[in-house]
């Protein structure tokens, strides 16, 4: 358990370097220059959207088509 508790803790407190890693250049090219504080804002915010339709495409699959494709689905 308290292993389990150790990488936990180690995951959150470097939740802000993962995401500026794998969504940092995203920020920069869409956004240009920001501070630290702005970055690790902006890149959980462009992760987001990355992943909304495939967060909302497990719990409401149709909505998430309609939406990603502008075409109403047959019944």
């Given amino acids: 358990m308290a292993i389990l508790h150790a990488l936990l803790a180690l995951l959150s407190r470097s939740l802000g370097n993962i995401m500026s890693a794998l969504f940092g250049w995203a920020v920069m090219a869409l956004l240009g220059e920001a501070s ?3 970055k690790a804002w902006l890149s959980a915010l462009v992760g987001v959207a990355a992943a909304w339709p495939i967060l909302v495409g497990v719990v409401w699959p149709r909505i998430a088509t309609f939406t990603l ?7």
Avoid at 69 to 75: G, K, S, T
């Fill in 69 to 75: 494709v502008f075409i109403p689905l047959p019944h």
């Fill in 36 to 38: 630290a504080h702005e």
